[in-house]
């Protein structure tokens, strides 16, 4: 079977990451949690040491060697991270932050200040992770805008029958590119096409589709996106916010501080040069140079190759699931593979989640259970929580075999 | 797994599928409370009849995690005919066997031939996350006996 | 000589430096530069190393082991914090932030909005960081408050003459602990004690300070207090808010998020518990942990040899600037040293900061040349920039005398 | 530090410490522009005096670091009698000469002998955060060249 090979293949790549030699040298360990947060390949560690050994000064302003030397390894993240999801100015486009949910709140706020009166409509969905819904919330309560929800249907899609009534009402849509939850692939592309011709902007929360898909923010059509490193092999603490040169010239500053100002006086202060405008005090320069190279090691694999492989693994996992648990396990989102990333959210019949996550936790198998910072999505399920599987490059057959045994195991324990 | 551990595993499966002190009560002097875990929305709602300052009766509805559930029947059979100050002396003993999270400290040890059954939760001490699952229904206890109080 | 003699034994701390070692294999390398970042010592490194590679999930909610594993190392770290600072309630009193001026801007923001109007006053002073000073700005375009700073003196030291006149309009006194550019030990203690005598709330700037000092919020009095991890051994993207629970308790949220919460509803949401309720997204975990190391680190050296340490270094300086230069060099900030932190400013005759910069990087030589993120202070200077040079407990007398040497150089090629 | 580089920064220290062109100018067909340098606070104000699409006269005042005062100097010397479109040439060619953090792409190489004795101030390539030194002159006189073409 070519699926199998391919994942065999890239499962090869599962060497690179220390964590799995490390744990398994003492307990068996399979990792199917890389949608809350994903492993580290030892590239990645090494060029932060290196950093710290050889290269850690301050960036920006510093005259001295070692400070240009950080500055330059500062900046070539941010290109490299504009390039790797086709931007088309990387040098002024990236806006780098500590997560994904700062790039989101830094949206809302900047752009929203400027866009929106009383009167306005934001756009969201009943999808949303609460990093796409609570911001606006945040400054609905300053500005008083009203915020309306695109729903899903029971297959986990988008409904979009009054799109058009809704977008002409609306003046910003913020849309997630992948549910962190239901796994499903949102129509970012059509969705943007239809947004502009309502002269709509488009916030799109790319927290779980960058890392597993091929991204050119050009073919999507978005205005804005937000990424996370963590979630992509770089380190915590940082992530990024892209937008369109123009849309960033006319946000407003969010965090006040130095690096961000180009004059401050005791009457006021004038804001500096996008992107420096946006990103007061001392960035995550150490976690920058490690994204750096998580991009190269994403690049190397090959971004296709990595869809590919989640692709077999969720259709792998989804039938082994259904042909070993049958009726006694139900999987939310899209049935069609091709409608979905490698994220299973799935209820095991009278069983807790967390019950499930704990038994599983027995066999070495890792996933989360909980509401996933999806509330309303949740509220709409049906369910309070949802145990969670996800898939990544270095995960493979065995994982989702050791899955099912464990999910066999916790239903018997609650049953038997 | 050791032979505690098994031990322990079986009164918690043991109260989760047969849960005690299952259902409603009603009357004047009764205080009912609702509880409501925000990690996995989980609830429960907790009625006592207190008489004499002796919990006379209690019982117990809602749904949750084995820990949750099973925690909740094991305080039903503690604190049923106990004191007031009893009662505060039994779920002040079992926060203390399992609070790591909200103290600085290292938890107090606690003797579990005073504690009984309960000692069965005492392995969730090593996941925090699961503390709130397990103290659920106790906080719910609190605010329904605080009520009492206050209608006195 | 005593203090040549502890000076030499801290020194000793510093092929706990790789950076130092692996530097000097290639050219001279004199740091003097921690006041905008220091260096890291192996142990702070070797912990994130050890996070990435045996401990990596992401925090909260996972129900796991390596979860669970994760968030005990990022709480242990928390509470570390709390504990080095003197907090009375470590585990709900430190907020984790990517730096110091996200710390400041979450408090101007979450504190700010509930305790001002139009008609309040804030004092801040003029020697203030612009962390300190455009979070302020930024909300005062929002709410329209009026802002009064404290000027100083000829020596750098804050005029508090009409002190309590201006405490009497104000609602919040913001201060740093210690500038970043004249060195001045602010009587932080005292104006707390004299602002909360008229109710005022106060926040400190920690910066620079507590890298360098025992630290106690409750001898200095101050309400809250920003830190920033890189300038005291950490890695860079952490840093933290303290504050007194019950400000805490009163504060907005400030960045909406998962973590945050407490439940959300799509028409609205209910912030979570202190500290959570203002940490949104996935935290700086691996961060945390380098800080935790960091922070043990610093208790093993000892906080009072480090500012002996300190102190001692940055009289030898004076005094051997002024030997060798005399009065072809000025030095900015009190003169009396116990009234002053390591961090030295000077202006060589008639060479231009970014030239003393540069040809002092040319011996190997690294200090920091601009308006340090202090615009008023350096017009108030009546200069448009400085040369800087600071020291920390890797630095010694080498460090010095290659700076002076390297200082006569500029000179004389410019003057030559 | 090689012989090349130790021309380099003779000819800047040269025109550091004896800038040329130094002053004022005035009359009906000088344009004046004030330049700023946000990171160090330093001004320059440049003079352009133009007749006949032709840079008869060019003055400048201000302070600065020995990067920004030379290259003002060595501008002064290079645009001196060049006619409009001449000195849009010289000033892209020092552009690309030293823009390094402008562009995605690695500067493109120049040819020294065209640029003559502005080369020396090539080796600011390596030090990006310099490069606003070594522009401001250039900036200030683009504005006002370009104010100069609206006025005509
Ligand atoms: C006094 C002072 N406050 C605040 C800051 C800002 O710190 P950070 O860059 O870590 O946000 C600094 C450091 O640059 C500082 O020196
Ligand atoms: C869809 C989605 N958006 C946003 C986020 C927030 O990312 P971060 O925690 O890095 O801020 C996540 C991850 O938790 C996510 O899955």
Chains 1, 3 share one sequence.
Not at chain 1, 196 to 225: I, N, S, Y
Request: net charge negative; charged share 25%; aromatic share 6%.
């Amino acid at each position: 079977m070519a699926g199998v090979e391919i994942t065999e293949q890239l499962s090869e790549l599962r060497k690179d990451f220390p964590i799995f030699a490390d744990i398994e040298a003492t307990r068996p360990f399979y990792y199917l949690d890389s949608a809350a947060s994903s492993q580290r390949p030892a590239v990645v560690i090494d060029t932060m040491n290196r950093y710290y050994r050889h290269s850690h000064a301050n960036v920006h302003r510093g005259v001295y060697g070692l400070a240009e030397e950080a500055t330059g390894i500062y900046e070539a993240a941010r290109r490299h991270l504009g390039r790797f999801i086709g931007a088309s100015d990387p040098v002024h486009e990236i806006v780098f932050t500590k997560n994904a949910t700062e790039a989101l709140n830094l949206v809302v706020q900047g752009l929203g200040r400027v866009l929106l009166t009383a009167d306005s409509h934001v756009l969201l969905t009943e999808m949303e992770h609460h990093a796409n819904l609570v911001p606006w919330m945040i400054l609905q309560e300053q500005l008083g805008f009203t915020i309306e929800y695109l729903p899903f249907d029971a297959e986990g899609l988008l409904v979009l029958d009054d799109l058009d009534a809704r977008l002409e009402r609306a003046s910003i849509l913020g849309v997630t590119l992948m549910s962190n939850v239901l796994g499903t692939l949102n129509p970012v592309a059509m969705l943007s096409e239809r947004a502009h011709a309502h002269g709509v902007v488009v916030v799109g929360d790319g927290a779980q589709f960058v890392p597993h898909f091929a991204t050119d923010v050009r073919e999507l059509g978005v205005d804005c996106l937000a990424i996370t490193g963590h979630k992509m092999l770089a380190p915590t603490g940082i992530g990024a916010l892209w937008a369109k040169a123009e849309i960033l010239e006319q946000m407003l500053p969010f965090l006040g501080g130095g690096e961000m100002i180009s004059d401050v006086r005791l009457d006021g202060f004038t804001a500096g040069e996008i992107p420096h405008k946006f990103e007061a005090g001392t960035p995550p320069i150490a976690e920058a140079a490690g994204w750096d190279a998580a991009l190269d090691y994403l690049e190397m694999v090959g971004m296709d190759a990595i869809s590919r492989h989640d692709r077999q693994l969720t259709t792998y996992a989804m039938r082994q699931m259904r042909e070993r648990l049958d009726d006694r396990i139900k999987i939310f989102g899209p049935q069609d593979v091709t409608k979905r990333g490698g994220v299973l959210s799935f209820e095991l019949a009278d069983v807790h989640p967390h019950d499930v996550a704990q038994v599983l936790d027995q066999h070495g198998v890792c996933v989360r259970a909980g509401h996933h910072c999806a509330k309303p999505l949740m509220r709409e399920l049906g369910v309070g929580a949802t145990a969670r599987a996800s898939f990544y490059l270095y995960n493979d057959e065995h994982d989702v075999d050791a899955l099912v045994d464990a999910l066999l195991d916790a239903y018997q324990l609650f049953h038997g | 797994m050791n032979d505690l551990d098994d031990l322990y595993r079986e009164i918690i499966l043991d109260h989760y599928k047969n849960p005690r002190n299952q259902g409603v009560l009603e009357g004047p002097t009764v205080h009912a409370e609702e509880g409501f875990n925000p990690l996995c929305g989980d609830e429960v709602k907790v009625y006592v009849q207190v008489e004499d300052g002796v919990v006379h009766d209690i019982k117990i509805t809602g749904q949750g995690c084995s820990i949750s559930r099973s925690s909740a029947s094991l305080m039903s059979q503690a604190v049923k005919g106990q004191s007031l100050d009893e009662v505060k002396a039994t779920v002040s003993r079992f926060k203390r066997m399992i609070a790591v999270e909200e103290t600085e400290d290292e938890p107090e040890p606690v003797d579990l031939r005073v504690i009984g059954e309960l000692a069965a939760l005492q392995g969730v001490v090593k996941f925090p996350v699961r503390i709130k699952c397990a103290t659920l229904a106790w906080n719910t206890l609190m605010l329904a006996l605080d009520e009492e109080s206050h209608s006195v």
